[in-house]
């Protein structure tokens, strides 16, 4: 289907949760970024999914941390203990005087379409149920680990600290209030309780007049990294619904956790999500209910947005929980909430299900081979390298004799460090404290930002790499590959065999021991086209202490840096080589983070068209993840004849200095001329380039002036895009 028919079919479905109440301090507001506060009363908003029960109530499902802090304080307290088990509250109170509304679609007529006077209207609610998903908190733990390394984001208090927490004045005062005693802090340093609060949701009951019966829902039983989703949602809802209400976004699946396991419980997200678009229903390419939208998750102490990571609660995970006491307690039903059956991992309906039912959820799987995907061929051709304590990054299999392909700052950090003119790329390798057994990690990851030294690009007539010899590179620093075969984890040990002396940052792998299921990548050497559609394979943010696979992200061809004349030479081509535009740059906007260094760039045909690098980055320092740089396959054709001759000639040509090819990964307009005559042009060196630094320089200056902005922010001007 294409993405507007499912984007249609979904908004159906697709609900905004409103709730307010009595917040005479301003605490409860601290909770979400974008609320309105008047009069004593704060109004937060998320999304929601409506399942049809009957044919006057339905259950609209939700993210609890819209609800949370209007609960009564005994509830709030239960929320707040790590070894309370897990939650399963029915019928959990509000404070006097907080309601909650939903905002639901028009009528629509019998094939689904919207009435030409249709409007959305607004409904109460009345909370049911605040549950714990065991299956999605587990897995989301597993990703971040042991170590308070995480945050939830979209909220104006950060959580990095007790003294900061949205409720800390609320909880200091409460300890000498007896009518306030037992109120704990709702986020706390606990992993255990970051990941119970992301993924807990909310059922609601509500009672609409729209008569939906004939709409059902399939059930997606298995996504590919890589796939198609879409998210319908109301961000920013609360401040005005009429714009946002039921907006679209689509994006790709990222990863899929449990790893290894065809019950996936939680869902790793490329894809737009912005606040109050949390409880979302998400939607495969198939138009198959896949889950519900969490808030995002981010790096403690990084204040860049860019850098997090967006997960979705599977609804197979939340059928797996057992509502049977609450269908007896509850006058609004909640029978759509089925759990697919398996048999010998196929999977069965259930028999009081069926068309002419007035219920949403049909449990019919619709189940896709992976490998019947080309990009799932090809992940596994990525790999995670670490090297040493302090560090991880992606590599690529070149071939069956365990050759492998990475950068080179990811060996040698002090390299590649001129500063360029504009000083606008970051290495997107990641640093973190790594555990000798490697499939743990004993301390968070830090993303590079600027509490870490800049990683600039070198010129070409600098160096600390010893020049190829054979086999016979040394390396002071251990080097350990995981190799992941059919969602299978096994670490081998490696050896540096070559690290570029030239201006391209590339280095090449050799596995000690190497295993029979190797899957070389398959690259290709002609230059994609701009627009074209692109994957990103790579181990960003979590590395090995999460014990995921590969992310994936998606993005096109925005833009490829053409150079004239060869870069490489054989014999007598030089000559010919000349009339030749070699692509020596690409850039794309998939995502790129810390940890992807050494990834590929795959064309929707499944093959390598390039190699990560690096990113842009502002000039205060945050990392752009959606402008990133790559190098093409057809600069990387020596380092592919020697992975398939072993002719260590190829690489003494990748050492050779090129002052144009490295002005390119400098971004500086190169001091001499002589190399690519045609291009040279009264104003372009002089003209161009030196305006467009200007401009780079100005808007830099712009940036750091802090003070000049927070004078700003306090006009109440609205933006213009």
Known sequence: MEASEIAKFARNFSVMVRVQGPDPKGLKMRRDAFHLHRSGKTTISASGLLLLSSSLSAVVVTVASVVQPFLIAEHRYKLTQPHAGYVLEFSPRLIHDACID????????????????????????????????PAASDALLSLVGGQSIFEAMWSLAPFSSPHTSELDGFER???????????????????????????????????????????????????????LIIVTGSPFGVLSPMHFYNSISVGNLANCCPSGSDHRSLLVADIRCLPGMEGGPVF?????????????????????????????????????????????????????????????????????????????????????????????????????????????????????????????????????GRTSQLGMLEKASSHAELEASLGQQENSAEIETGTHPLIRLRSSTSGHGKPFSGFGYQSSRRISI??????????????????????????????????????????????????????????????????????????????????????????????EARKISLPVMLQTTAAVHPGASGGAVISSNGHMIGLVTSNARHGGGTIIPHLNFSIPCAALEPVFKFSDTQDASMLEILDKPNELLSSVWALVPTNSRKQQPDLESKNYGEGKGSRF?????????????????????????????
């Open 102 to 133: 939903v905002l639901v679609e028009g009528n629509k007529t019998d094939n689904g379409h919207q009435e030409p006077d249709a409007t959305p209207e607004w409904v109460p609610a009345k909370l049911l149920a605040l549950v714990d998903v």
């Open 173 to 227: 005062k409460g300890r000498n209030d007896e009518s306030r005693e037992g109120v704990a802090l709702e986020e706390s340093n606990s992993p255990i309780l970051l990941a119970k609060s992301i993924t807990r949701i909310a059922f609601l009951g509500v009672s609409i007049s729209d008569n939906k019966d004939g709409l059902c829902i399939n059930i997606s039983q298995h996504q590919n990294r890589g796939d």
């Open 284 to 416: 495969d390419r198939h138009a198959s209910l896949a889950g519900i939208l969490t808030k995002p998750l981010r790096q403690k102490g990084s204040s860049s947005v860019y850098f997090r990571q967006q997960f979705a609660v599977t609804w197979n995970a939340i059928a797996s929980i057992d509502t049977k006491s609450l269908l007896g307690t509850q006058s609004i039903h909640v029978g759509v909430i089925g759990r697919t059956k398996y048999n010998n991992d196929v999977a069965s309906l259930d028999e009081s299900c069926d068309h002419g039912s007035p219920k949403y959820v049909i449990r019919r799987p619709v189940i896709f081979s992976p490998s019947t995907s080309s990009l799932e061929k090809t992940i596994s051709s990525v790999v995670l390298i670490a090297v040493g304590e302090g560090s991880w990054a992606s590599g690529i299999v070149l071939n069956k004799s365990g050759l492998i392909l990475t950068n080179a700052h990811t060996l040698e950090p002090w390299k590649f």
């Open 482 to 575: 995981r190799l992941d075969f059919m969602e299978q984890k096994k670490w081998y040990s490696a050896q540096a065999v070559y690290v570029s002396k030239g201006p391209l940052d590339i280095a090449l792998l050799q596995l000690e021991s190497v295993p029979p299921q190797l899957s070389p990548i398959q690259p290709q050497l002609a230059c994609p086209t701009k627009g074209s559609i692109v994957y990103v394979i790579g181990h960003g943010l979590l590395g090995p202490r999460s014990n995921v696979s590969s992310s994936v992200s998606s993005g096109v061809v925005s833009n490829i840096v053409m150079i004239p004349g060869p870069i490489h030479t054989y014999g007598s081509c030089k000559a």
């Open 693 to 721: 630094s200007q401009f780079l320089a100005e808007q830099n200056a712009e940036i750091a002036s802090l003070k000049e902005l927070n004078n700003f922010k306090k006009l109440n001007i609205p933006s213009k895009i």
